[in-house]
Nanobody, 114 residues
Framework: VQLQASGGGLVQAGGSLRLSCVAS????????IGWYRQAPGKQRELVAT???????IYADSVKGRFTVSGDSAKITVNLQMNSLKPEDTAVYYC?????????WGQGTLVTVSS
């Protein structure tokens, strides 16, 4: 599985960004897809994921502000980020899980200025 992410950039606090990720290759059997992030000096953390049943998981810090969505085949996943805060600044990684194996995209930088 190859994951190609896009949509990062610089935005002021309170603004919005939309991240997109396209999966290619052996996409059959993807059980979950979504986003993680890693801020400077911090560990990578879950942001939001959606599984094959459409169930979503969000980090507490983004609930009510971010929305994850994917198509039924889990080939694409989007992350709509609203009311962005400086603490959302991080490299965002697209993630997929397929047959107990994890796959990662190359990361896209989101910078939120105060």
């Amino acid at each position: 599985v190859q994951l190609q992410a896009s949509g990062g950039g610089l935005v002021q606090a309170g603004g919005s960004l939309r991240l997109s990720c396209v999966a290619s290759g052996s996409t059959f059997g993807i059980a979950a897809i979504g986003w993680y992030r890693q801020a400077p000096g911090k560990q990578r953390e879950l942001v939001a994921t959606v599984n094959s049943r459409g169930d979503t998981i969000y980090a507490d810090s983004v609930k009510g502000r971010f929305t994850v969505s994917g198509d039924s085949a889990k080939i694409t996943v989007n992350l709509q980020m609203n009311s962005l805060k400086p603490e959302d600044t991080a490299v965002y990684y697209c993630y997929a899980r397929r047959f107990a194996r994890e796959y990662w995209g190359q990361g896209t930088l989101v910078t939120v200025s105060s």
